[in-house]
């Protein structure tokens, strides 16, 4: 296990990252005005109902609504429903909740108001296969893509054009009413229409670009969906399309406000602070050498940022699937950077998924340090091998570094913190 002050250090700052993204916070100064007729809340993504919870305390009116967040992370509300269906293969209580969401929506007048409450994990929870697709087509593409590799765009547009709801969709259906879309960004570059699919916000991608995206990436997309694709049926609404004219759309929390939440309390604690970037993406091993390479340089010529200092970084790293493992882009982002820094002193890291949930386990991430490759070792685990059989958890577990925090109640991606050099006094 790294050193036990370190390690309080390193939560902390996870902490203060989340915190930063607080639902109620975060919302607080985003709400819209109270309109003539109704409001309508609904909302999707693994901080769903903490948001629609947060929305209910400060909205000044009545309401009602659905919201669908994952098994297990409810929020007690008083006026919005809140439905649980699977996550990250989306099952049948997603569909019923996706047709909840529709019937929510449907009958309004232009003098109604809907606010959707949009944050990750929105894809998978939102199934709604198109005419001459099944539940079953959608479960097989998730599961191809999460295996694929593919940043969360690719995916996403992939997503967009095999759905019912996604893609602005559901934002279309709700006309004539308005549709303020408050959405906690858990994508690189913060683009609403990326988050959760964009259920209430179009995106501009054509077919033909996402056949590009699918061919660069030799992805080996179902049968079914390749049909789908070919018959030209169901396309997206473009973002011109005059149903979206009134509509808005507000960033309410990101990774990079929860990363400068990070920074100012390292540098109150005395300790320097670099935020690489908040869009990092790429394989989870091939970053983990990378941000290995930097701080192996800090320990030992102090550059390019000098001791101590906490290097920070957010986005979405992906995993492509090579053996049959437990784990997430987070353990392997640490597993691949702690082989890399093995017996380099003076390096605690910690990486986790700021929703508390890394991957197929109940952990956020981990914590390594320099001897957390000997340790493994020590156990009988050959940290390589298990980097390549994608089984991460397996060998953060045997050395008791798993970090745990469970649901976290909000949702914008990894979050990476090193700690480079010594905690002042």
Same mark, same amino acid.
């Given at each position: 296990?790294?050193d036990?002050?370190?390690?309080e ?16 916070r975060?919302l ?8 003539a007729?109704?409001?309508v809340?609904i ?25 669908v ?6 929020a007690p ?8 269906a ?34 990750g ?13 099944t ?6 593409l ?7 590799g593919?940043?969360?765009g ?14 602005g969709r559901?934002?279309?259906a ?8 408050l959405v906690?960004s858990?994508v ?5 229409c990326?988050?959760?699919? +964009?259920?209430?916000?179009?995106d501009a *991608?054509?077919? %033909?670009?996402?056949r590009a995206? $699918? #061919?660069? =990436? ?6 079914s ?10 396309l997206?609404?473009?973002?011109d399309d005059?149903v979206f004219a ?15 939440a ?18 990092i993406? +790429?394989e989870?091993?091939?970053?983990? *050498?990378?941000? %290995?390479?930097?701080?192996?340089? $800090? #320990?030992g =010529?102090d550059?390019p ?11 979405e790293?992906?995993?492509?699937l ?5 784990g ?7 597993l ?11 390096i ?13 386990e109940?952990n ?13 070792r020590a ?22 570094d798993?970090?745990?925090?469970g ?7 990894d ?11």
């Amino acid at each position: 296990m790294i050193d036990p002050g370190k390690r309080e250090f390193l939560t902390r700052l996870f902490h203060a990252a989340v915190e930063r993204a607080d639902p109620r916070r975060a919302l607080a100064d985003a709400l819209p005005a109270r309109p003539a007729g109704r409001t309508v809340v609904i909302g999707a993504g693994k901080g769903a109902a903490q948001l629609a919870a947060a929305f209910e305390d400060l909205w000044d009116g009545p309401l009602t609504g659905t919201v669908v967040t994952r098994y297990g992370y409810a929020a007690p509300c008083k006026s919005i429903k809140v439905l649980e269906a699977s996550h990250p293969v989306p099952d049948q209580a997603g569909l019923v909740a996706t047709q909840a969401l529709f019937d929510a929506v449907s009958g309004l007048t232009s003098d109604d108001l809907v606010v959707a409450l949009i944050c990750g994990g929105g894809s998978a929870l939102l199934p709604a296969p198109p005419e001459g697709l099944t539940l079953a087509d959608e479960q097989e593409l998730n599961r191809v893509l999460l295996a694929s590799g593919a940043p969360i765009g690719v995916m996403n547009a992939i997503r967009k054009h095999a759905s019912r709801i996604k893609g602005g969709r559901l934002a279309a259906a709700a006309w004539p009413a308005k549709v303020v879309s408050l959405v906690v960004s858990d994508v690189p570059g913060d683009e609403a229409c990326q988050v959760a699919s +964009g259920p209430t916000v179009p995106d501009a *991608l054509t077919m %033909a670009e996402v056949r590009a995206m $699918v #061919a660069a =990436r030799n992805i080996a997309l179902p049968e079914s969906i390749v049909a789908h694709f070919d018959s030209g049926r169901d396309l997206p609404p473009r973002p011109d399309d005059p149903v979206f004219a009134n509509n808005e759309v507000r960033i309410i929390a990101s990774a990079g406000l929860s990363l400068e939440a990070a920074a100012d309390m390292a540098r109150s604690a005395g300790v320097g602070a670099a935020i690489l970037s908040d869009a990092i993406e +790429g394989e989870a091993r091939d970053v983990g *050498l990378v941000h %290995a390479a930097i701080a192996r340089e $800090v #320990a030992g =010529r102090d550059r390019p940022f000098a001791k101590p200092v906490v290097i920070l970084s957010g986005g979405e790293t992906t995993v492509t699937l090579r053996g049959k493992g437990k784990g997430g882009r987070n353990t392997e982002f640490l597993l691949s950077l702690a082989s890399a820094i093995d017996g380099v002193e003076g390096i605690a890291a910690l990486s986790a998924d700021t929703d508390g949930i890394d991957g197929s386990e109940d952990n956020a991430g981990a914590f390594a340090g320099p001897q957390t490759a000997g340790q493994m070792r020590a156990r009988g685990l050959d940290p390589l091998a298990s980097l390549a059989a994608n089984d991460a958890w397996t060998a953060f577990d045997a050395i008791g570094d798993l970090f745990v925090t469970g649901p976290t109640g909000t949702n914008v991606n990894d979050f990476r913190a090193i700690l480079v050099g010594e905690l002042p006094d």
